[in-house]
């Protein structure tokens, strides 16, 4: 292997881990090692080899606790990692006609083989979208919205409006991002909670004018905005 090739696999090695710390924080999560190593499906001795070395470059630190945090350049750089991801996520699906799923996978390989001009043309022409399809904000961008909340915590009889599913289930549950797709559950769905389905560990949701039933653990990684009595349905 070359030393070309290996400064590549060590660009692409060090991008994974900053994009990872980055989702996983962007969730409310504290990123520890183990974390790591559950997302990447690598084991504790390559996440604390990668540590070692993330620590010595600058792009992380490392509190008592053994909890990971980015440094300012690591934030930085992490979110142009992101940001690359999300718009290409978002150009697959509005303008290729990919699913979701597929979308995210294609992105992960087209990401660090696009030069920035074309991401930013490629952002221009799809007019600066504020998400990328699963409703996760694109770095730099707000989309206005109000508190979110997760769709199995909704009681009975309550409307809301979904805004974005979890970056957790979008790296370890894509087959669920097919399934919400293919029910009509996405940014922007209004959804009512009816009552507890009569299986156990589900919710019964009506969308789009269809009752569905959803299992609880699926409505975990939903994010959505509850509708007051004055919205409109």
Same mark, same amino acid.
Not at 91 to 98: N, R, V
Not at 112 to 121: A, L, N, P
Not at 129 to 136: A, E, K, Q, R, V
């Given at each position: 292997m070359s030393?070309?090739?290996r400064d590549?696999? &060590? &660009?692409?090695?060090v991008d994974r881990y900053l994009e990872t710390i980055y989702c996983i924080a962007g969730e409310g999560e504290i990123v520890r090692p183990s974390r790591l190593a559950q997302w990447m499906g690598v084991s504790a001795p390559t996440v604390s080899d990668?540590?070692?070395?993330?620590?010595?470059?600058?792009?992380? &630190?490392i509190a008592s606790d053994r909890s990971v945090a980015l440094t300012e350049a690591g934030a930085t750089k992490a979110a142009s990692i992101v940001r690359r991801h999300r718009i290409l996520?978002?150009?697959?699906?509005?303008?290729?006609?990919?699913d979701w799923a597929a979308a995210?996978?294609?992105?992960?390989?087209?990401?660090?083989?696009?030069?920035?001009?074309?991401?930013?043309?490629i952002?221009?022409?799809?007019?600066?979208?504020?998400?990328?399809?699963?409703?996760?904000?694109?770095?730099?961008?707000?989309?206005?919205?109000?508190?979110l909340i997760a769709l199995?915590?909704?009681?009975p009889g309550a409307a809301a409006v979904v805004r974005r599913i979890s970056e957790v289930a979008e790296h370890e549950a894509r087959p669920l991002l097919r399934s919400l797709?293919?029910?009509?559950?996405?940014?922007?769905?209004?959804?009512?909670? &009816?009552?507890?389905?009569?299986d156990p560990g589900h919710l019964t949701i009506v969308v789009t004018g269809r009752e569905l039933s959803l299992p609880i653990e699926s409505a975990k990684w939903i994010r959505v905005e509850r509708l007051g009595p004055d919205d409109p349905s």
């Open positions: 030393a070309e090739s590549v696999g &060590t &660009t692409t090695t990668a540590i070692q070395r993330l620590v010595r470059d600058g792009w992380i &630190t996520e978002r150009w697959l699906t509005d303008e290729l006609g990919f995210d996978a294609e992105a992960d390989r087209l990401s660090s083989v696009i030069s920035d001009e074309v991401i930013d043309r952002d221009a022409s799809i007019g600066e979208p504020l998400t990328c399809p699963h409703g996760n904000a694109i770095p730099g961008r707000h989309p206005r919205y109000g508190d199995a915590d909704l009681e797709a293919e029910i009509g559950i996405g940014e922007g769905s209004r959804v009512l909670v &009816t009552h507890e389905a009569e």
